[in-house]
């Protein structure tokens, strides 16, 4: 948490400041800063119990044209076990639109602050390749292909899983009826991570301004293969945040 809470400082007073600018020409620069109780991912995964997570994610863009863009994603989250206290996750991507469609193809990986050496799930790599379409109402429909190129993903007994992930999404920003808050981000999740678990999730931000908001997350896992009658993969879970964003 102290490793979080380091991070939202700095954060913080680089903001104060103002010389971390949002856009500058080509180039553009998000950061999220947010706070969860029952923390569980949208992917299904239980980061940190029932306990707080602290999580910040800084994202960095070039837009080559008005069709490409190449894409660094950057995020730290506390999933405390016997072993780790943050995990590291990276992602580069290629994203290209036309039209109503967008493409990207992205290398990530993930790491913890300290691995068991012994035991090869402390970290992963992926190539990910996704197609989007979005229709005149706003809906956009997505999938996403993670094939995973690391050895990382294995059990106690040496069995695979996660060789391959496949995610379906439906995207929609709603603005607010009510006129109190600026809009809702609601994402709608199917994720079938083979050997591991299916996962059915609705995720919901609700802007209260440009830069602050709640957000909502609720699913369920269904567990596959060696992990078919494990308690953690055949659950319902909920979660919810507060986060700043800027």
Same mark, same amino acid.
């Given at each position: 948490?102290?490793?979080?809470?380091?991070?939202?400082?700095?954060?913080?007073?680089?903001?104060?400041?103002?010389?971390?600018?949002?856009?500058?020409?080509?180039?553009?620069?998000?950061?999220?800063?947010?706070?969860?109780? /029952?923390?569980? &991912?949208?992917?299904?995964?239980? +980061?940190?119990?029932?306990?707080?997570?602290?999580?910040?994610?800084?994202?960095?863009? $070039?837009?080559?044209?008005?069709?490409?863009?190449?894409?660094?994603?950057?995020?730290?989250?506390?999933?405390?076990?016997?072993?780790?206290?943050?995990?590291?996750?990276?992602?580069?991507?290629?994203?290209?639109?036309?039209?109503?469609?967008?493409?990207?193809?992205? !290398?990530?990986? &993930?790491?913890?602050?300290?691995?068991?050496?012994?035991?090869?799930?402390?970290?992963?790599?992926?190539?990910? $390749?996704?197609? #989007?379409?979005?229709?005149?109402?706003?809906?956009?429909?997505?999938?996403?292909?993670? /094939?995973?190129?690391?050895? #990382?993903?294995?059990? &106690? &007994?040496?069995?695979?899983?996660?060789?391959?992930?496949?995610?379906? +999404?439906?995207?929609?920003?709603?603005?607010?009826?009510?006129?109190?808050?600026?809009?809702?981000?609601?994402?709608?999740?199917?994720?079938?991570?083979? !050997?591991?678990?299916?996962?059915?999730?609705?995720?919901? %931000?609700?802007?209260?301004?440009?830069?602050?908001?709640?957000?909502?997350?609720?699913?369920?896992?269904?567990?596959?293969?060696?992990?078919?009658?494990?308690?953690?993969?055949?659950? %319902?879970?909920?979660?919810?945040?507060?986060?700043?964003?800027?």
């Amino acid at each position: 948490m102290k490793k979080i809470l380091t991070l939202i400082v700095a954060s913080m007073l680089t903001l104060s400041s103002q010389s971390f600018a949002k856009d500058f020409g080509n180039y553009y620069a998000d950061l999220e800063i947010r706070g969860t109780q /029952d923390s569980w &991912s949208a992917a299904g995964t239980n +980061e940190n119990g029932t306990r707080f997570m602290g999580s910040a994610e800084l994202t960095l863009g $070039y837009n080559i044209n008005e069709n490409l863009t190449i894409q660094l994603e950057n995020i730290a989250y506390e999933a405390e076990d016997d072993i780790h206290t943050l995990i590291y996750e990276h992602e580069l991507a290629l994203k290209y639109k036309m039209q109503a469609f967008d493409f990207a193809v992205a !290398g990530a990986v &993930s790491d913890t602050d300290n691995d068991r050496h012994s035991d090869g799930n402390q970290q992963a790599s992926y190539a990910n $390749y996704e197609i #989007g379409y979005t229709i005149p109402q706003g809906y956009r429909f997505s999938y996403e292909f993670q /094939d995973e190129l690391s050895d #990382g993903s294995v059990t &106690s &007994s040496n069995q695979r899983y996660v060789d391959e992930i496949h995610l379906f +999404e439906i995207e929609k920003t709603f603005d607010d009826p009510t006129g109190f808050g600026k809009n809702f981000e609601t994402t709608l999740l199917y994720m079938d991570a083979e !050997g591991l678990r299916e996962t059915y999730t609705i995720d919901v %931000d609700y802007n209260l301004t440009d830069n602050y908001g709640v957000g909502f997350r609720a699913g369920e896992n269904d567990g596959q293969g060696p992990f078919a009658n494990i308690a953690s993969q055949n659950r %319902d879970f909920a979660a919810v945040s507060v986060f700043f964003k800027y």
